[in-house]
Antibody, heavy 116, light 107 residues
Framework: QVQLVQSGSEIKEPGASVKVSCKAS????????IHWVRQAPGQGLEWVGR????????NYAQKSQGRVTMTWDTSISTAYMELSRLRSDDTAVYYC?????????WGQGTLVAVSS | DIQLTQSPSSLSASVGDRVTITCQAT??????LNWYQQKPGKAPKFLIY???NLETGVPSRFSGSGSGTDFTFTISSLQPEDFATYYC?????????FGQGTKLQIK
C-alpha cells in the first residue's frame, strides 16, 4: 500500500535551517510529483511547492522562494524539503503528499517549531 | 495567485442533516478543483477530484459540483465521523491554493 513517512519534529532557532524527509513506499516513486503543504497552528493549508522525482524540476510558492529547496533521492524513494533562514512564522506542520488526481496520499506531518 | 473563498467558514449541523459548502475562485479554473477533509491532528484526506469525481473508497454521501468559478460540496446525510474541517483546492494554475477551510461542528 502507498505510504509516505516523514521525519520527526524539529525545534530550530530563528535564522537556522531545517531539512524534512519524506520516504515513499508502495508505488513507483519517480512516477508522481511530491508536493509540500504546511499548516501553521490553528490555521489553514498553505502550498509550499512541488518536485518532479523523475526530472528534479521544482516549483515553489513565492512566499518561500529563495529560502526553500526541494530535492530527492530516487535510490531510497525519498523527497526532501529544506527551509533556510527560518522565521517564527515558519512554525507549522509540514506535510508531503503525492499527486495523482489530487493530493491522494499524505505523510503524517512534521512539526517544525521556530523559537529562540 | 488564484484565491479561493469558502462559505461558510463554520457550520453547525446535526447527524442526518444535508450540508452544503461553497467555494468561489477569483478566476475561471474550469473543473480543476479538489476537496479534502481534515480532522484535528491528522493529515488531510482526499475526497473529490476534478470538482465532481469521488475518490475511490469515499462514501457516496459526499458529492461535488461546479465549474468555472463557483463550486459546491455536499454531504447528503451527515454521519458522526463527518465532523471535521473541509478545504477546497485548485490546481488549474501554480501556485496551488486552498480555501480557508470550513469547520463543520455538531449542533
Amino acid at each position: 500500500q502507498v505510504q509516505l513517512v516523514q521525519s520527526g519534529s524539529e525545534i530550530k532557532e530563528p535564522g537556522a535551517s531545517v531539512k524534512v524527509s519524506c520516504k515513499a513506499s508502495g508505488y513507483v516513486f519517480a512516477g508522481y510529483y511530491i508536493h509540500w503543504v504546511r499548516q501553521a497552528p490553528g490555521q489553514g493549508l498553505e502550498w509550499v511547492g512541488r518536485i518532479n522525482p523523475n526530472t528534479g524540476a521544482t516549483n515553489y510558492a513565492q512566499k518561500s522562494q529563495g529560502r526553500v529547496t526541494m530535492t530527492w533521492d530516487t535510490s531510497i524513494s525519498t523527497a526532501y524539503m529544506e527551509l533556510s533562514r527560518l522565521r517564527s512564522d515558519d512554525t507549522a506542520v509540514y506535510y508531503c503528499a503525492r499527486v495523482y488526481a489530487g493530493l491522494d496520499f499524505w505523510g503524517q506531518g512534521t512539526l517544525v517549531a521556530v523559537s529562540s | 495567485d488564484i484565491q479561493l473563498t469558502q462559505s461558510p467558514s463554520s457550520l453547525s449541523a446535526s447527524v442526518g442533516d444535508r450540508v452544503t459548502i461553497t467555494c468561489q475562485a477569483t478566476q475561471d479554473i474550469s473543473n480543476s478543483l479538489n476537496w479534502y477533509q481534515q480532522k484535528p491532528g491528522k493529515a488531510p484526506k482526499f475526497l473529490i477530484y476534478a470538482a465532481s469525481n469521488l475518490e475511490t473508497g469515499v462514501p457516496s454521501r459526499f458529492s461535488g459540483s461546479g465549474s468555472g468559478t463557483d463550486f459546491t460540496f455536499t454531504i447528503s446525510s451527515l454521519q458522526p465521523e463527518d465532523f471535521a474541517t473541509y478545504y477546497c483546492q485548485q490546481y488549474d494554475k501554480l501556485p496551488y491554493t486552498f480555501g480557508q477551510g470550513t469547520k463543520l461542528q455538531i449542533k
